[in-house]
């Protein structure tokens, strides 16, 4: 077989991956329509598969279990998730902060059975969400890390402090969906004053992490 007859005989194995990929990509977005707002007891395969309009089968063909699928629901909203929190490199240091707590609120606001599984780390030990949770926590202090000093790969004291504050950040936010008694964009404030603070604590500490002239101005 010669390379026109390889690449033709490619074709339709490449055209049903992209078919497969496109027809789970689908399946993941009615998933996280169906589990924004409801846990993942609250929801059966038939009552997926029901208010999907397809057959189960083909949630086990892609996800193998519910719980596979459920886990690729809360992978795919999370990276969603991270992604915007580390964009707007462009954008001046306290914009930045802003919209990544902004969006991380607007996702615990609209995603809230998925934020509270990832935060809680599931039913009982689940070593799989607790590796998403942390991965998000790890990928928000980088996201604070490179805002406020211009690099990730920080000292294990500053990186302690800022990884304390999103720790709280989880704890405050769990309460501010379950209670929405704050408009959204007071809490956003009230935790861009908080990391101000836990800044200066790190610059107090460590002096070669200066804490950003906002989060001084803060103080005064």
């Not at 462009?90 to 606001?109: F, G, K």
């Not at 406020?148 to 800022?162: E, K, N, Q, V």
């Not at 809490?187 to 107090?204: D, F, N, Q, S, W």
């Amino acid at each position: 077989m010669n390379i026109s007859d390889q690449r033709a005989a490619a074709r339709p194995r490449a055209r049903g991956t992209e078919r497969s990929v496109a027809r789970r990509a689908e399946l993941i977005a009615i998933g996280r329509r169906l589990f924004a707002d409801r846990s993942y007891d609250a929801l059966s395969m038939d009552d997926i598969a029901r208010q999907a309009h397809v057959a189960k089968g083909l949630i086990y063909y892609y996800f193998q279990s519910k719980r596979g699928y459920y886990l690729a629901i809360i992978q795919d909203s999370v990276a969603d998730l991270v992604t915007f929190a580390a964009s707007g490199l462009q954008l001046p240091q306290v914009d930045r902060v802003q919209r990544t707590i902004d969006s991380y609120l607007r996702y615990a606001e609209h995603n809230q059975a998925a934020y509270r599984t990832v935060v809680s780390g599931g039913v009982g030990f689940d070593t799989e969400v607790h590796a998403i949770r942390d991965g998000v926590r790890e990928a928000i202090v980088a996201t604070i890390a490179e805002g406020a000093y211009g690099r990730t790969d920080i000292a294990p004291l500053a990186r302690m402090g800022l990884l304390a504050w999103v720790c709280s950040v989880e704890g405050a936010t769990l309460d501010w969906i379950d209670r929405p008694e704050l408009p959204r964009d007071t809490m956003r404030e009230l935790l861009v004053k908080t990391l101000g603070g836990a800044m200066r604590a790190i610059e107090e500490l460590d002096p070669s992490y200066p804490a950003p002239e906002p989060a001084r101005r803060d103080e005064a």
